[in-house]
């Protein structure tokens, strides 16, 4: 049975509950699951998790900038090898532990396949893959590791599987909630429109009736070249100009040469927009810690 809860007193969250008194910014990572893929791989061979050159980026990254960095997990990936979480070894547990004031894990979906796997799922599948995959997260990252917030693969979700996140102990959802060429809103999950108008008015929402919060990215860096980030964000601040909070988001599978879209600039695009994040003040922050998540 659900734990339904208390509601909160209102949709819009207070700035007083959040810590506003600072621009902040977020980078979160979707589709992940080919860095942890190599990582078992090369288990025997790796001393540090940062030895795998993805994660070793963000690192380097994260050194230069204080960038938090975010990584939303599938649970396997069937296409290429099989590969699965229970496979991703324990031995560096603590070195997950000591990196999780920056980088942090979270569930995505099963897999990459099927698209919009969430669109009509009820509770029970929702619960059932979530609850996986955060199981594997606590066995070889550790609780300290597991974010709060996440992003539905697709963004999209029933009201019930969002109950059944809410029921994982995830708080707060990020999403798309952009308009498509009809007029509606895509990767709102079940949002209305004036509820994804909020968001974009005031970065946060929550809704009493599953007392999730949502809020929205501002680019997916992989759909821009690095000269156009900045143009595209200086566009979204002036869309949304009281928004102090803005989280910038790329995918995982670009970063390789395999990959049929494998972008060689990857890593110019990242920094294209934590770059015009840190220029206009912005500064790195998890969503959860702001939220007191």
């Not at 506003?20 to 910014?25: G, H, I, L, Q, V």
């Not at 960038?67 to 990936?77: M, S």
């Not at 079940?190 to 946060?204: C, E, M």
């Not at 990959?259 to 998890?286: H, K, M, N, T």
Request: net charge neutral; with cysteine; aromatic share 14%.
């Amino acid at each position: 049975m659900r734990d339904s809860g208390s509601h909160w007193p209102s949709c819009r969250i207070s700035r007083k509950k959040i810590n506003m008194a600072k621009r902040s910014y977020r980078l979160s990572l979707d589709d992940n699951i080919w860095f942890l893929q190599d990582i078992a791989q090369h288990a025997d061979i790796y001393r540090s998790l940062f030895d795998n050159p993805y994660l070793g980026m963000y690192r380097a990254i994260h050194e230069q900038f204080g960038t938090k960095v975010h990584v939303n997990i599938y649970e396997e990936c069937p296409e290429f090898g099989g590969f699965h979480l229970s496979q991703m070894p324990d031995r560096f547990k603590k070195e997950w532990q000591a990196n999780a004031d920056w980088l942090r894990l979270s569930f995505h979906a099963k897999a990459n396949l099927p698209p919009r796997p969430y669109l009509t799922a009820g509770y029970d599948q929702v619960k059932s893959d979530c609850q996986r995959v955060m199981q594997e997260i606590r066995r070889f990252a550790g609780d300290a590791a597991l974010a709060k917030v996440t992003t539905l693969h697709f963004a999209e979700a029933t009201k019930e599987g969002v109950r059944a996140l809410r029921d994982c102990g995830f708080k707060a959802l990020l999403g798309t909630f952009m308009l498509n060429k009809d007029g509606q809103h895509k990767g709102a999950y079940y949002l209305n429109r004036a509820q994804v108008d909020q968001i974009h008015r005031d970065s946060f929402y929550t809704d009493p009736e599953t007392q999730m919060i949502f809020f929205a990215y501002d680019i997916v860096l992989n759909m821009f070249k690095p000269m156009e980030i900045g143009p595209e964000l200086d566009r979204m601040a002036a869309l949304y100009p009281n928004r102090d909070f803005i989280d910038i988001l790329i995918h995982e599978q670009y970063f390789y040469p395999h990959y049929v879209a494998y972008l060689p600039d990857y890593r110019q695009r990242v920094l294209a927009g934590i770059q015009w994040c840190v220029s206009r003040g912005f500064e790195p922050a998890f969503a959860g810690d702001l939220l007191g998540l």
